[in-house]
């Protein structure tokens, strides 16, 4: 695996491990639990060490499923993250929410707390500073937002007092490259992460259908997905979150590590995506 410093002395690898669809989307779906589980494990086996939850996900039922995934493991060696649904904004509601994705998860703390999506009916402040309060009673370790913008970034982080944001969480791919042009540039230069996710585009980028990428898989000996999360991690400030219940394609997508494409090559892909 190869890593990326979230914060000072904190590392986390450069693909983790996303949840979306494990345990059911927007209700629980318990079909499948124990091949969720084994490729959960395995993906933790092959260093994928990262694993992006939410309560949404599932109805809950996605946090149950990796808080038993990752019983038997070293909790040291875990990097968790869970994110609170945009309708818990609310003080309350977001300490409530946080508690209950810890009992799922089966854990003490959680590593990166998460506003999922903005709500403009909630006042930013009142949120900021309930997700300050997990930080500082030590539900999690880091603190960050998902889908925001950089204007609503600084926003956000302007209602900070102790604590500072290290990730956004944003869509990120060759089919989706509206985060380099603004929000990318911003989180470098505040020392912030982007978690890029849909790192695969739901798997579209592992298909045929872009002559670059397939010359380009051709000329490195990979394969479409090796290259498309490879074009990602070698970008500064950024790891990626794919997800896979297959096992063969978590090890297909451990092949994106280890190398880099050129920078020529980099933006002639990026180039004939846009
Ligand atoms: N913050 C947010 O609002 C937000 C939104 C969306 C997603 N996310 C997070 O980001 C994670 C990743 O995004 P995503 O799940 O939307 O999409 P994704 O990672 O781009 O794609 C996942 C799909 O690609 C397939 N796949 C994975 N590796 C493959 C390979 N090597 N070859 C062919 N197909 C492959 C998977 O199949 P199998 O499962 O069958 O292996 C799955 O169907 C999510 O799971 C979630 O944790 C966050």
Redesign the pocket.
Known sequence: MEYRELAEGVKIPLLGL????IGGRDTADRSRDEAEIRAIRRGIELGMTHI?TAEYYGAGHCEELVGAAIEPYERRDLFVTT?VWRNHLRHDDLIASMEGSLRRLGLEYVDLYLV??PNPEVPLGETMGALERCAHEGFTRFIGV??FPSALLAEAQSHLREHRFVAD?V?YSLEEQEPASGLLPFCRRNGVTLIA???????RL?RPGNAVLDVLAEKYGRTR?QVSLNWLIGQEGVVA??????PL?LE??LGALGWRLSEGDSRRLAESFA
Do not use: C, F, R, V
């Open positions: 996303g949840t979306w669809g992006d994110k999922h999506w998902s889908n969480q869509e996710y849909t790192p695969l585009a739901k798997g592992a997905a979150i794919p997800k896979a219940s297959d394609h297909e997508n």
